[in-house]
């Protein structure tokens, strides 16, 4: 990696970074206390029994978000602001209401085809009877089928008898003891049942005015109400979920018609009747999540079945379906607004079934935005912080973090794909600095705290060498690489910010005062092994035997010792002094990266008698390849000397 620039960051603060930056001493909430439970229950108990009140709201509130940008679209063009609100909600019930009279329209003429199918439907069954030779379950299929058939054909006779002048013999007509009510209760019982639908329509059109219209107003006593004291947070919720619902809503429509439009096409194509019923029918059922479209196809295919003889009509509307499926799902999404709703695929599915749960069909309809409006709600809200954790997409733990846990249950194998998934991108030394030396530091301060039993603490420094091992063969990638460039360009010499080549060079690696420093001077070492330089590493016990000391420092021009405890500063200096005695030549570095928890200052080469200190795996590398002569031993100063006693005179007898 010779000639590789890089930035060297003056700390290592390996800290889980939120989605968005909370105020200082704002730590959000991402556990489930006994309190937060109960609110869950009351909120969702009465938005069971109040669902008359709130799904006129939630609705309002939907359409709102989504007519937003065309009221704003319309502001833009100089046209008054109440105008603009009445052409955008008049545009978009006429689009409702278009839309409802022709899936009754198409409805209806189904209905008079539906006894024409009946006989493909019974041929085919009893085909699939006979092929299942006995079968239990297609008999009885194919007697229902039957039972079906010859029921609609009673009906139509006695249609036709009824509508018959010249019928002279009639079946008996059934007889029904009908008590005696109310005229204007009867008419209530009738007429109520159609009145709701349209009341609640004509409410929600009221509503969605007058939102948007005081779509301000009601946002300033939003923000008088939970956000005061933190508006800089509120006024990002609220842009948030304006944006993401907004967005989906408007997106979902745009990539749902776009998939219902060769839908509608593909079935006229085929002779499927009603086509334009099923077109329409599979734009709606697509705000359902994941089961929508499987209804939107289940139907034409059940169609297709009953109007053809044979079966190659049903593999064609089957392969029609599930074509554009995949381009609607591998194109056209991913191009339009890919994964701004936030939420991950589980989420969805989990909301599908309470709002269904909830508030029945509709509440299917809405669930995705509604949970959306719930993921930025844990977002922005510290106490309902589990919310974005259950519900969001974003990775809830950091890589570092990650890798931590893996290390420490003992998994090396995955922190080894996970490594290999991020080195596509990055070199080893990015992946160290960031994220190996970052879960090495996490590892320590749990160490620090007395949370880790000394198995934990061997079992995460041995999986921690295990996951450095298994990296080797793409240091060992880079390291040709490199030399390839080299005897590509031999003239060309590193700048100061370069990783420096370190060919002819033989520097010590070893870790400073217990198994999880040995890891991080293990990662060291092959950082710089991967720039040439002969490395040699050795563990921290080392360091409290002379004699191997000694043989280990043989012929070493450089020896770096990892520190990752920050409070060993006096420590580091006794080991500095260690070195320099025995090697006078010799130049010894220290890495002490500070992290989370450790309050000590940078500490500086001078106060340990050091040739250098690093605070990360790449300025310790730059350090420990730069040629530089070693600094001398600095004898220590005594303010008094001691007496020196002379040679013993001979006691001379009296």
Same mark, same amino acid.
């Given at each position: 990696?010779?000639?590789?620039?890089?930035?060297?960051?003056?700390?290592?603060?390996?800290?889980?970074?939120?989605?968005?930056?909370?105020?200082?001493?704002?730590?959000?909430?991402?556990?489930?206390?006994?309190?937060?439970?109960?609110?869950?229950?009351?909120?969702?108990?009465?938005?069971?029994?109040?669902?008359?009140?709130?799904?006129?709201?939630?609705?309002?509130?939907?359409?709102?978000?989504?007519?937003?940008?065309?009221?704003?679209?319309?502001?833009?063009?100089?046209?008054?602001?109440?105008?603009?609100?009445?052409?955008?909600?008049?545009?978009?019930?006429?689009?409702?209401?278009?839309?409802?009279?022709?899936?009754?329209?198409?409805?209806?003429?189904?209905?008079?085809?539906?006894?024409?199918?009946?006989?493909?439907?019974?041929?085919?069954?009893?085909?699939?009877?006979?092929?299942?030779?006995?079968?239990?379950?297609?008999?009885?299929?194919?007697?229902?089928?039957?039972?079906?058939?010859?029921?609609?054909?009673?009906?139509?006779?006695?249609?036709?008898?009824?509508?018959?002048?010249?019928?002279?013999?009639?079946?008996?007509?059934?007889?029904?003891?009908?008590?005696?009510?109310?005229?204007?209760?009867?008419?209530?019982?009738?007429?109520?049942?159609?009145?709701?639908?349209?009341?609640?329509?004509?409410?929600?059109?009221?509503?969605?005015?007058?939102?948007?219209?005081?779509?301000e107003d009601l946002r300033d006593r939003f923000i008088r109400l939970v956000g005061l004291s933190d508006l800089h947070r509120t006024t990002a919720a609220l842009q948030d979920a304006g944006k993401r619902v907004g967005k989906y809503l408007l997106m979902q429509l745009v990539v749902n018609a776009l998939y219902a439009l060769p839908i509608t096409l593909g079935l006229w194509i085929l002779g499927i009747p009603n086509a334009i019923l099923w077109g329409l029918l599979t734009l709606v059922l697509r705000f359902v999540p994941y089961i929508g479209p499987v209804i939107g196809m289940v139907l034409p295919l059940f169609l297709a079945l009953a109007i053809a003889p044979g079966w190659s009509l049903v593999a064609w509307v089957a392969a029609l379906f599930l074509t554009t499926e995949l381009v609607s799902n591998n194109v056209i999404e991913p191009w339009l607004y890919g994964s701004h709703t936030g939420l991950s695929p589980l989420a969805i599915i989990v909301s599908a079934i309470f709002w269904s749960w909830l508030w029945g069909p509709l509440g299917l309809m809405l669930s995705t935005p509604l949970t959306v409006c719930l993921v930025v709600l844990g977002?922005?809200?510290?106490?309902?912080?589990?919310?974005?954790?259950?519900?969001?997409?974003?990775? /809830?733990?950091?890589? %570092?973090?990650? !890798?931590?846990? #893996?290390?420490?249950?003992?998994?090396?194998? &995955?922190?080894? @794909? +996970?490594?290999?998934?991020?080195?596509?991108?990055?070199?080893?030394?990015?992946?160290?600095?960031?994220?190996?030396?970052?879960?090495?530091?996490?590892?320590?301060?749990?160490?620090?705290?007395?949370?880790?039993?000394?198995?934990?603490?061997?079992?995460?420094?041995?999986?921690?060498?295990?996951?450095?091992?298994?990296?080797?063969?793409?240091?060992?990638?880079?390291?040709?690489?490199?030399?390839?460039?080299?005897?590509?360009?031999?003239?060309?010499?590193?700048?100061?910010?370069?990783?420096?080549?370190?060919?002819?060079?033989?520097?010590?690696?070893?870790?400073?005062?217990?198994?999880?420093?040995?890891?991080?001077?293990?990662?060291?070492?092959?950082?710089?092994?991967?720039?040439?330089?002969?490395? /040699?590493?050795?563990? %921290?016990?080392? !360091?409290?035997? #002379?004699?191997?000391?000694?043989?280990?420092? &043989?012929?070493? @021009? +450089?020896?770096?010792?990892?520190?990752?405890?920050?409070?060993?500063?006096?420590?580091?200096?006794?080991?500095?002094?260690?070195?320099?005695?025995?090697?006078?030549?010799?130049?010894?570095?220290?890495?002490?990266?500070?992290?989370?928890?450790?309050?000590?200052?940078?500490?500086?080469?001078?106060?340990?008698?050091?040739?250098?200190?690093?605070?990360?795996?790449?300025?310790?590398?730059?350090?420990?390849?730069?040629?530089?002569?070693?600094?001398?031993?600095?004898?220590?100063?005594?303010?008094?000397?001691?007496?020196?006693?002379?040679?013993?005179?001979?006691?001379?007898?009296?």
């Amino acid at each position: 990696m010779a000639g590789k620039k890089m930035e060297f960051p003056k700390t290592i603060v390996p800290v889980r970074s939120a989605a968005v930056d909370y105020k200082a001493g704002a730590i959000p909430s991402t556990t489930l206390s006994g309190k937060t439970i109960l609110i869950l229950i009351g909120v969702a108990f009465l938005l069971r029994v109040g669902q008359e009140i709130f799904v006129p709201l939630a609705l309002s509130l939907l359409l709102s978000f989504t007519l937003a940008p065309i009221v704003s679209f319309l502001r833009k063009r100089s046209i008054p602001k109440i105008l603009a609100v009445i052409l955008a909600v008049l545009s978009a019930f006429c689009a409702i209401a278009l839309f409802s009279f022709v899936v009754a329209t198409q409805v209806a003429n189904l209905a008079e085809n539906i006894p024409t199918y009946q006989r493909n439907i019974v041929s085919k069954v009893q085909l699939l009877a006979q092929a299942g030779s006995g079968n239990g379950v297609l008999d009885h299929l194919s007697k229902v089928v039957e039972k079906v058939g010859a029921e609609i054909q009673v009906r139509a006779v006695e249609s036709q008898d009824a509508s018959a002048p010249e019928a002279t013999t009639r079946e008996p007509m059934p007889v029904e003891i009908v008590s005696r009510t109310n005229p204007l209760q009867t008419l209530g019982n009738l007429i109520l049942p159609l009145i709701s639908p349209f009341a609640t329509a004509g409410l929600v059109i009221v509503l969605v005015i007058f939102m948007l219209l005081e779509r301000e107003d009601l946002r300033d006593r939003f923000i008088r109400l939970v956000g005061l004291s933190d508006l800089h947070r509120t006024t990002a919720a609220l842009q948030d979920a304006g944006k993401r619902v907004g967005k989906y809503l408007l997106m979902q429509l745009v990539v749902n018609a776009l998939y219902a439009l060769p839908i509608t096409l593909g079935l006229w194509i085929l002779g499927i009747p009603n086509a334009i019923l099923w077109g329409l029918l599979t734009l709606v059922l697509r705000f359902v999540p994941y089961i929508g479209p499987v209804i939107g196809m289940v139907l034409p295919l059940f169609l297709a079945l009953a109007i053809a003889p044979g079966w190659s009509l049903v593999a064609w509307v089957a392969a029609l379906f599930l074509t554009t499926e995949l381009v609607s799902n591998n194109v056209i999404e991913p191009w339009l607004y890919g994964s701004h709703t936030g939420l991950s695929p589980l989420a969805i599915i989990v909301s599908a079934i309470f709002w269904s749960w909830l508030w029945g069909p509709l509440g299917l309809m809405l669930s995705t935005p509604l949970t959306v409006c719930l993921v930025v709600l844990g977002r922005y809200v510290p106490q309902f912080g589990f919310l974005d954790v259950l519900l969001g997409n974003e990775p /809830v733990l950091e890589l %570092h973090e990650k !890798l931590y846990q #893996r290390l420490l249950a003992g998994d090396p194998n &995955e922190a080894t @794909d +996970t490594a290999e998934e991020y080195l596509k991108q990055e070199y080893l030394v990015d992946y160290y600095d960031k994220v190996g030396l970052p879960a090495l530091l996490l590892g320590e301060m749990d160490r620090q705290r007395g949370v880790m039993s000394e198995p934990q603490i061997e079992l995460f420094s041995s999986s921690s060498m295990t996951l450095v091992d298994n990296l080797s063969d793409i240091a060992y990638e880079e390291e040709s690489e490199d030399d390839e460039a080299v005897s590509a360009t031999p003239s060309t010499l590193p700048d100061e910010a370069d990783l420096p080549d370190g060919q002819g060079q033989s520097v010590l690696c070893i870790g400073g005062r217990g198994a999880i420093d040995d890891a991080a001077s293990t990662m060291l070492s092959q950082i710089i092994e991967v720039q040439g330089a002969k490395v /040699v590493v050795a563990s %921290h016990a080392v !360091l409290s035997e #002379r004699r191997s000391l000694e043989s280990n420092i &043989e012929n070493i @021009d +450089t020896v770096v010792v990892s520190f990752l405890n920050g409070n060993s500063k006096s420590h580091a200096r006794q080991i500095v002094r260690r070195l320099k005695r025995l090697n006078a030549l010799m130049r010894v570095g220290i890495l002490m990266p500070m992290a989370n928890g450790q309050s000590h200052a940078r500490i500086t080469a001078d106060e340990i008698g050091a040739d250098f200190v690093a605070m990360s795996l790449s300025e310790a590398t730059k350090l420990a390849l730069t040629q530089t002569a070693p600094t001398k031993l600095v004898a220590v100063v005594r303010k008094v000397s001691r007496p020196r006693v002379g040679p013993a005179k001979p006691i001379v007898a009296a």
